[in-house]
């Protein structure tokens, strides 16, 4: 049993709380609580370190989400050189633990799968938790698990692929056509991104947040500004904020667009891939008329937003929206009306509902496999509260449950996203942001369009950033792929893949 | 089949006219920036310390921009307090040389075509092999749009293929993460010889908003040599479209 002094508790997002009202406890206690909690049904949604001030120890922290209560559990202990790993009895935790190895160079004994994250030296000096010496590591270079055997082989892709698309490293071990397990091998986009964000906030730091993945940029931006904005006790004016929701909504429709003219393409059902093709770039234009680029660069800044929203625009975009949703629900109907086109995606990557909840899986891909976990439902924030009350679940957790997520979300968010349209509130748009509180550990959570994005940031006693902590959807994600790829064949990687469709560079920070 | 024809017919056609006819782009796109240089008196500096990334300099005592290392955000133009400095629509960007980046002082100097020997092996056909060396995601995104049926690259004679190999050149995007830099180079060199780089986005040409990170290379100018340079964060599809025709001496 757990009591409230052992733990500190954010009921907001986002939110904040004092270091000093974070209790530290020892590792052994810190890990029951964390075992009893994710047992309850809780959720790791950020587990990360920091040095101390003195000495070679570090702090860890675990941040679990017990959604249906919409709170955010906060633990914090010290390690040393080496703690027990906790993943063998909380698979959601593997990842974590090899990025705080791989950037400290401790070590989580009894890891079942312990190899780097993304091949990057050590943030501090000391010994390496691989024994890779001094100099830097190379990418792709550790132990891949492999099947032996007359008939098997073993297949290796990237990281420079086919198509125009990020680098990644991808090992098949193949018995035949069929694929008896996948290893994912990333670290190509590794720009160090945390690393330039510790002393901040920095002038370079917002386009740096706008960057992380380039396709979340509304995401990722707004996570970035609900930190700031938390910590220097402000709250943007809710004209900002529903013009935030907007731009979330617009880049979550053109990804889906576009997600779902790829998988028609991938099956070779070419009319809706064209159509979609071009429709996605309508979606991007419409960001660009709030903010002057299909990516929304410029629009999330600190405080609020960098563009008005005026009425004569709203009314454009209104009817263009009209218009480009009959065209839409048009190109996927198609697709979905195409028993062809269907059989390719039912039952192909399959992927349990124990295993998405066992991995921590989020977003679109979990919600594909019947978790119901989105944070504009559990954790509303800014322009959707009290505005969405809609969370779209399928159950077969197949690549037709991930196409028809999305096919399901792109209708929702057209209805949610013209009704924001037509009762914009008034009001300014962007306010100054005062100095960031000193010590406070503050935390924001945003259902970017591939899932749930959070991101932590830690000051110091000057208020300056002393760790900033990044976790897009994909980290958690990236594994339910190679989950779902076992006991296909190879030749369906290429739909499995496109109906994730993860980011490299967001995970690759 | 017959809902398939009806719904062909009701999307229409929708491959843009371009290049007879310019490109609609949004009204707040911000494309060549152009500063007024009346406007801007000696002395103030305000601009220049708006910007994170150097993009500004005060150069033969003139302001001027380096569209390699701008991201075309709006700062420097809304914190101007003389409206010296604003953002056109203009998407022609693309450059040969480095030092045609530099905008404000003269007359823009646009991409010029390959040489003749050049022209004369990729001036119909134009393969490319793309290489995302740590990019974002979002020049990639706007490179892939060109094949979609609006901008349609392959009625230009240019092809984005699978292996270097089968390419006649390179278009990289990403400041060049140190984990990318040996698959870019072991890429270059599987390309056959003669061939071309273009270095597309601001990370590419510069680094972008990753400039000094100690996990980049501040783009492939120090590691490939570059024929055409796209500016923009990411750039727009006619940027680069743009950009592609003016090297095979078609715009």
Known sequence: MMTPQEFGKIVKNPGTIALTALPVLAYSRFSELCLELCKEGGRIVAYFARPQPQGDDLELFAIIARCWEGELLILRCTIGRSFPSLTPLCPQLHLFEREIAETYGVIPTDHPWFKPVRFHRRWRAGSDAWNRGEERPLPGEMNYYQVEGEEVHEVAVGPVHAGVIEPGHFRFQCHGENVMHLEISLGYQHRGVEQLLIGGPHPASIFQLETVAGDTTAGHGSAYCMVLETLAGIAPSPRAEAIRAIALELERLANHVGDIGALAGDVGFLPTASYCGRLRGDYLNLTAEICGSRFSRGLLRPGGVGFDLDEELATRMLQRLVAIEKETRGAIELFFDAPSALARMERIGALSIDDAEALGMVGVAARACGLTRDVRLHYPYGGYIQTYDHCVIEDSGDVFARANIRRREIYKSLHWLKKSLRDLPQGGVRSELPPLAADTLAVAMVEGWRGELVQVGITDRTGKFDRYKIIDPSFHNWSGLALALREQQISDFPLCNKSFNLSYCGFDL | ?251
């Open chain 2, 1 to 251: 089949m017959l809902s398939i024809i009806r719904e062909r017919i009701r999307q229409g056609h929708r491959t843009a006219k371009y290049p007879q006819e310019a490109p609609t782009l949004p009204e707040r796109f911000r494309g060549r920036p152009i500063i007024d240089q009346e406007k801007c008196p000696q002395g103030c500096q305000e601009c220049l310390a708006r910007c994170p990334f150097g993009a500004l300099a005060l150069r033969n005592n003139t302001l001027q921009i380096d569209l390699g290392r701008c991201l075309f955000c709006p700062e420097c133009a809304t914190s101007c307090p003389h409206g010296a400095l604003s953002f056109s629509s203009d998407h022609r960007l693309a450059a040969s040389q480095r030092q045609d980046l530099w905008t404000g002082e003269k007359e823009a100097q646009l991409a010029s075509a390959l040489n003749a020997r050049m022209l004369r092996l990729f001036g119909r056909s134009l393969k490319l092999r793309q290489v995302s060396a740590g990019g974002c995601n979002a020049c990639e995104a706007d490179i892939n749009v060109l094949g979609t049926l609006v901008f349609d690259l392959g009625r230009f004679g240019i092809q984005i293929v699978a292996s270097p190999r089968h390419a006649d050149g390179l278009l990289v995007t990403g400041p060049v993460t140190e984990n990318m830099r040996s698959a870019l180079l072991d890429t270059y060199a599987a390309v056959p010889e003669p061939k071309i780089v273009i270095a597309s986005g601001a990370c590419a040409i510069t680094g972008g908003p990753f400039r000094n990170s100690p996990e980049v290379h501040n783009g492939i100018g120090d590691l490939l040599p570059i024929d055409l340079y796209i500016p923009g964060c990411p750039p727009h599809p006619y940027t680069v479209l743009d950009g592609l025709l003016r090297m095979l001496g078609r715009l």
